[in-house]
């Protein structure tokens, strides 16, 4: 009988520490996203871009619960073995965080050399924004694996951040093919000229 009690107390461990992993991959995806308007929206309004606004401090907050989930993510695939689907949500979540941690230095440094860049750029679309996508289809995929009722809830949200982090790199990419179209239009009409790059 101990041996069985153990072996649930090692289950809803390892239970627990997947659910983590999910919960922090999804809502440090949401926040980001989140955030990431917020500072887009600002960088309109030609805000001065320092380091330590809020809506940067709200981005790292949700850059650190991604990279906090991809490290217990690591440290849970080095000490145990579960199955495929969960191995393979938690290594989307590490390329995904791997992915976005480089891209966020690279920013750093295109934003001092160049200054304030525009919505579409490689740092912000395949890096930043892109790297959101793996990350959160692989919360999903792993709160999908777990048999517990109150994880089981937060899959309609887990769904949403999906498409909330596929939605802005879609957008770049139709201002990318569409813009240059739209500009030409402005220009005749208003003598005007705008820039998407």
């Known amino acids: 009988m101990k041996i069985h009690e153990e072996l649930a107390h090692v289950i809803l461990q390892q239970n627990f520490l997947l659910a983590t992993i999910a919960v922090l991959a999804i809502f440090g995806t949401m926040l980001e996203i989140i955030s990431l308007i917020w500072d887009s929206s600002s960088h309109i309004t030609q805000d001065t871009d320092e380091f ?16 906090i989930s991809a490290l217990i993510g690591l440290k849970f695939l080095i000490k145990r073995h579960p199955n495929n689907k969960i191995r393979n949500g938690i290594k989307l979540i590490i390329i995904g965080t791997g992915v976005q941690l480089f891209s966020g230095y690279m920013d750093s440094i295109s934003h001092y050399f160049y200054g304030i860049d525009g919505k579409i750029s490689i740092t912000h679309t395949f890096g930043l924004e892109a790297s959101l996508i793996p990350v959160a289809i692989g919360g999903f995929i792993i709160l999908n694996q777990l048999d517990n009722d109150k994880t089981k809830k937060l899959i309609p949200f887990a769904i949403f951040t999906i498409l909330a982090a596929i939605f802005p790199v879609f957008f770049d990419f139709v201002l990318l093919i569409a813009g240059p179209i739209i500009c030409a239009h402005v220009f005749e009409i208003l003598s005007y000229g705008c820039a998407i790059l």
């Open 52 to 67: 330590w606004r809020i809506h940067h401090i709200a981005v790292y907050s949700g850059a650190g619960m991604i990279t």
